[in-house]
């Protein structure tokens, strides 16, 4: 079959990949000069740094399946995330674990003290938390609270955490021990050149074709026998119903010589910083060294039109807009959305090629009754 699929991040290569060893001719367009969407990396041209040009990505997963698909085609270096915030004055390590609890409260507890110290501070009257802040108030209490995730959840989402989904905040563990990984997954890790390379490794296949700053158009659907489409859900249908919302995030780039702060991530909690987080690239790249350092403020903002999309907001308003788009999306025989734009979900890498492959998977296998969405 002819397959076209819009979009060369991580779904399209992935779909494309599968489809291509099981035999169908897959034409990949995306209307980005460059494949691998928003993990694209790229070497700084005055450093030699590797940048993750859409912001920080850390390859982590739970699941063998996908990592053995990775480790086919990268080298993955081994990276753990440890982030630190500046709050209030002073730096601490992130995610809240025992040395956060220890050093935000001047104690010295032990995990079970620590344990019950912050139970005793938690809203145990918040039975069912619902928002960001009830879920935080429930599980960290006020003061951790206000000190690492009001302030940088405002900035980051432009709301109060009020209005936010508990889901957003239960990606973050509390630790009562002293373990500062970010991720708590099995396997962890940095492709050594780079994602694009990595996705130019999965593209690489004789029934792929891949063209670049190339947009979509009926007529390129037309001559496919199915679309797989991984670019915004409301862009498909030409935001006929209105624009899902998303955040996008603005850089501010500028270099150092040596070491600018001395971790790849620095969060700023304080509502008056204006940015969330600065980034120093060549700390993702551990093994590598660089003498010029290339660094990455962080802005979050409400996407307009034209702007990359990041983030999808979900609020409630979000929600039905989805829901209806999600019917015109089952009513679209011949098109699979798919990947966090097409399916306007938070995803992170390892969740998108789990999907990507299992969607591959259900198409050899019933390409004729496909669903849509
Ligand atoms: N968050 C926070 N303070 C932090 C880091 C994260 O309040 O220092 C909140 C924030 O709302 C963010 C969410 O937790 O959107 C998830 O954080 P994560 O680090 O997973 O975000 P990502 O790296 O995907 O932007």
Redesign the pocket.
């Known amino acids: 079959m002819r397959i076209l699929l819009v979009g060369a991040g991580l779904s399209g290569a992935v779909i494309g990949r599968e489809l291509a060893e099981a035999g169908h001719d897959c034409r990949i367009i995306d209307a980005r000069p460059h494949i691998a969407g928003n993990c694209h990396t790229e070497r700084d041209a005055d450093t030699g740094v590797m940048m993750h040009v859409y ?2 990505h850390i390859f982590h997963t739970d699941d063998e399946g996908v990592w053995d698909y990775v480790n086919r085609f990268a080298r993955f270096m081994p990276f753990q995330n440890r ?1 630190k ?1 500046t ?1 209030q004055g002073r730096v601490y390590s ?2 809240v674990n025992l040395l956060t609890i220890n050093q935000f409260f001047g104690t010295t507890l032990r995990p079970e003290e620590a344990r019950a110290f912050i139970n005793s501070k938690a809203d145990t009257t918040i039975t069912d938390p619902q928002s ?1 802040e009830e879920q ?1 108030l429930r599980f960290v209490g006020p003061e951790l609270y206000e000190a ?6 405002e900035k ?2 432009g709301c109060s ?1 009020t209005e ?1 989904p508990a889901s ?2 239960k ?2 563990p509390v630790r009562f021990n002293y373990d500062d990984n ?1 991720f708590f997954h099995r396997f962890q890790g940095m492709p050594q050149n780079g994602y694009t390379a990595m996705v130019a490794a999965i593209l690489d296949h004789p029934r792929i074709t891949v063209e670049l700053g190339t947009e979509y158009s009926a007529e390129m659907a037309a001559e496919a026998d199915h679309v797989f489409w991984s670019g915004p859900l409301d862009g498909y249908f030409d935001y006929r119903l209105g624009r899902l919302g998303y955040r996008t995030l603005d850089f501010e780039r500028f270099s150092h010589d040596g070491d600018y702060q001395g971790c790849a ?1 620095m ?3 304080d509502r008056d910083v204006p940015y ?2 600065i980034t120093e690239h060549k700390h993702f790249s551990p093994w590598e060294s660089h003498q010029g350092s290339v660094c990455y403020r962080e802005y979050s903002r409400a996407a307009e039109p034209g702007d990359t999309p990041y ?1 999808p907001i979900r609020l409630v308003k979000e929600k039905s807009l989805l829901e209806q788009y999600v019917d015109l999306a089952h009513a679209t025989p011949g098109v699979t959305f798919v990947g966090r734009l097409g399916t306007y979900r ?1 995803l ?1 890498m390892d969740v998108t090629i789990r999907e990507a492959l299992d969607t591959a998977k259900k198409f050899t296998n019933h390409a004729a009754d496909m669903p849509a969405f």
């Open positions: 912001g920080p982030v915030t709050a992130l995610p960001f935080a690492f995730f009001k302030g940088y959840t980051q989402w955490p936010l957003i905040l990606r973050l970010y991530v969060n700023y909690g969330t987080r983030y938070y992170d």
